[in-house]
T-cell receptor, first 113, second 119 residues
Framework: DQQVKQNSPSLSVQEGRISILNCDYT??????FLWYKKYPAEGPTFLIS?????DKNEDGRFTVFLNKSAKHLSLHIVPSQPGDSAVYFC????????????FGKGTRLSVIA | GAVVSQHPSWVICKSGTSVKIECRSL??????MFWYRQFPKQSLMLMAT?????????EQGVEKDKFLINHASLTLSTLTVTSAHPEDSSFYIC???????????????FGAGSRLTVL
């Protein structure tokens, strides 16, 4: 049973436009959500996160929105740049303490110049 | 920020041999490290939680005798793939948290990963 779902395996966006990546989760115990960016043959790098007490967190071109009632979060990238082309993973964790992250399957973003 | 170093980044071995992958936390101590595995076009699957000074905790379906984990110090965890077979070929990634850092206990920092190819 997949607890974190990214239903779009790929997304293509034109440079300068907004990229919206979606993520759904099923475990109501999740209280912290993160987005990671991954290039081929490299480890994921942390992008942005949000706590369940918030509904929005913004960092430069990246904004994460959380809708707890819908168990849905999204990552907005605006404006999109060719260097943003990568696989984006949504991840979630439950409770405090040193617990592992549960990842979605990822969405491959291609930003076309 | 926190840095996790992983070595080797790429290894090719013959079937039946064992391969050791090292994961080091630089500039911070990690009592817990996590080992993930990624198949092509798949998600990152948690294999095991490595605990300093004690036995690792393995996820369901992961053979502990096949994937030996040793967390001998606060900065080093190793994953040994024993008697490797072609189906063990995968991308293995370790991670850790710098709980003293700005992100506290929430952000996992990942190593660069190790691609294992078993012939």
């Amino acid at each position: 049973d997949q607890q974190v779902k990214q239903n779009s395996p790929s997304l293509s966006v034109q440079e300068g436009r907004i990229s919206i990546l979606n993520c759904d989760y099923t475990n109501s115990m999740f209280d912290y959500f993160l987005w990671y960016k991954k290039y081929p043959a490299e480890g994921p790098t942390f992008l942005i996160s949000i706590s369940s007490i918030k509904d929005k967190n913004e960092d430069g071109r990246f904004t994460v929105f959380l809708n707890k009632s819908a168990k849905h979060l999204s990552l907005h990238i605006v404006p999109s740049q060719p260097g943003d082309s990568a696989v984006y993973f949504c991840a979630a964790s439950a409770a405090s303490g040193n617990t592992p992250l549960v990842f979605g399957k990822g969405t491959r973003l291609s930003v076309i110049a | 920020g926190a840095v996790v170093s992983q070595h080797p980044s790429w290894v090719i071995c013959k079937s039946g041999t064992s391969v050791k992958i090292e994961c080091r936390s630089l500039d911070f101590q990690a009592t817990t490290m996590f080992w993930y595995r990624q198949f092509p076009k798949q998600s990152l699957m948690l294999m095991a939680t490595s605990n300093e000074g004690s036995k690792a905790t393995y996820e369901q379906g992961v053979e502990k005798d096949k994937f030996l984990i040793n967390h001998a110090s606060l900065t080093l965890s190793t994953l040994t793939v024993t008697s490797a077979h072609p189906e063990d070929s995968s991308f293995y990634i370790c991670s850790a948290r710098d709980v003293t850092g700005w992100a506290g206990a929430n952000v996992l920092t990942f190593g660069a990963g190790s691609r294992l190819t078993v012939l």
